[in-house]
């Protein structure tokens, strides 16, 4: 398994960053998101605690549950299938107000599933592809919150 985290300061609100961040409709407005679908609300809000998301990236698909929600602070999600399939043990995004902004922090656990060889495909291939794409998710939310 391996841990792959991406920051950014976005120069917005900590409650901005973290509802357009929350809700993975925004996603798409990224170019390696090509398509972003809830399949079932969350309590007390539609990408909060138990929504089912499905997305597809350039990566891959993925459905996933937010298994945490907690505004305007963090939530935390868990890909239930995906293809290419992998491995998931969780991911989550924090967000701080700091000077200038919102500190975010998007963290996943994961490991590609093939029948051998998976720990290296993943810290060769999949680590550096999957903090491209998160990093190009929080980029269009900073482009989006400055205008």
Do not use: C
């Not at 919102?102 to 999949?126: D, K, M, N, Q, S």
């Amino acid at each position: 398994m391996e841990v792959i985290t991406v920051e950014r300061v976005i120069d917005a609100p900590v409650e901005q960053v973290f509802d357009w961040l929350a809700d993975a409709g925004n996603y798409p407005r990224s170019p390696v998101v090509l398509r972003a679908r809830l399949v079932r609300p969350g309590v007390g809000a539609p990408y909060g605690e138990g929504a089912v998301r499905v997305l597809v990236w350039v990566i891959g698909w993925f459905r996933e549950r937010v298994t945490a929600y907690r505004p305007p602070h963090e939530f935390e999600y868990l890909v239930e299938r995906s293809f290419p399939p992998a491995r998931h043990e969780g991911g989550k995004l924090t967000f701080t107000a700091v000077p200038g902004g919102t500190a975010v922090v998007w963290t996943t656990t994961a490991e590609i599933r093939v029948p051998f060889g998976a720990g290296v495909l993943t810290r060769v291939v999949a680590k550096p592809v999957i903090a491209f794409v998160f990093g190009r998710v929080l980029a269009a939310a900073d482009r989006a919150l400055r205008t």
